[in-house]
C-alpha cells in the first residue's frame, strides 16, 4: 500500500501522535513525536537545536488583545517546505514539499476545521516543493516549483476541480519558477517574485510579475516587483496585492520590504516595513488586517506574529505562534488562522507535523 493511500481521515486523538492539549506557551506542543528528519526514516522529537534557533519577540508594539493559540489535529504526516497553503469553502489544502526523505513529494491533505480533521485529495501531477498555490473561482491552481531541493524549478502549473477531486494541466510558465508568490484576484491569477537556478550556485531571486486568465489560457506580463524577492508573504487585501518579507537569494539576506501592487494602474507602492525580516513564513489575511508569522534567519526561526493593519500603515504583535517553523502552511478557515507543518530548524533537515490555530475569541 502506498504512502497516498494509507493516510486517512487523520483527527485529533485518532492520530498517533497527537495527544491532549497543552497550555500554549512557547515550545508547548502535543505530546509524542511529530518530528521527521529528510535524512533518515521514522519519528523524532522536536530537535535540540530548535531551541537554541527558537525567536519569540518583537520589535513592534503589543496589541492591546493578543489573541491565542491551540493544538489542532495533527497533519498525516511531518512536512514542509510545500505550497504555502490556501484555503476555500471552510477547508485548508497543503500541497507538495518535503516528506518521507524525498523532496518532491505530490501530497495534497485537505483540512476540515469542523471536524479537526485531515484528509487526502488527488495528488498533484508533479510532485514538487515550494509550489505557489491559490484559488481563484472555486479552482485551485499550483504554479511551478522546485524539483530538488530547493533549487531546479519547472515551469508546469495545474488546476484542481475540488467537486471532481481531478488536476488538469494548463498552459506552462514562460520560465521556470519556484517559490513565488501567488494570487487570485478579479478573474486573474498573479505570479509575483520567486526564484530561478538549478544549482545552490546559481540560484537568485526574481523580480517577475505574470497573469494568468484562465478562459484564454495564456500568461501576460505585468510591472516587475521593485525589488527581487522569493518566499514571501503575498496576498490580496482588497483590490491591492501586497508582497510582505521574503529572502533575496538566501535566507542570509532577508527583507523587511512590503509593497502593494495595484492591478488597475499597474503601479507599486511602498508600504511599512514588516517588523522582522524573515522569509519562508505565513500570511494570512484575518479580520481586516495581515497575521505574518513564522519564517526563518540565519540561525533563526521565528514565532513572532505580527500584524499589519491596512488603514494605519502600522505594524503591531501579537500572541507567538508555539512552535517556532518556517516553510509552513497557512490559511484562514473559519474564524481561525491554522499553520501546519514547517521545519523547526533552519534549512530543510527536519519536518514537522505540528498544527496550530490562532484566534482573537
Known sequence: MTSLNRRHLLAAGAATFAGPALAQQPGHEHHGPQYERLSQPGLIDKPELAATQNVFDSP????ASPGRWSPQAPLPLPRSEMAWATAFEGKMHVVGGYAEQRVDRPYHHVYEATADRWSDAAPLPLGANHVGVAFLDGKL?????????????????????????RWAE????????????????????????????????????????LTYEPKADRWDKRMPMPTARDHTGTLAIGNLIH???????SFHTNSNLHHAYDPATDKWAMRAPLPTARSGHGAVLYRGKVFAMGGEG??????????????????EQYAPMPTPRHGLGAALVGDAIHVAGGGPIMGGGVQSAVHEAFTLG
Open 60 to 63: 513592534a508594539p503589543k496589541a
Open 141 to 165: 491552481y499550483a504554479i511551478g516549483g522546485f524539483l530538488e531541493q530547493n533549487r531546479k524549478p519547472h515551469p508546469r502549473c495545474f488546476v484542481y476541480d475540488p467537486k471532481a477531486d
Open 243 to 249: 508582497v510582505i518579507g521574503g529572502r533575496v537569494d
Open 298 to 315: 540565519t540561525n533563526r526561526v521565528f514565532g513572532q506574529m505580527e500584524a499589519y493593519d491596512p488603514a494605519a500603515d502600522g505594524w
Open 170 to 209: 494548463i498552459a506552462s510558465l514562460p520560465n521556470a519558477v519556484g517559490s513565488a508568490g501567488v494570487v487570485g484576484l478579479n478573474g486573474r491569477l498573479h505570479v509575483i517574485g520567486g526564484a530561478i537556478g538549478d544549482t545552490f550556485d546559481t540560484k537568485k531571486s526574481i523580480d517577475w510579475h
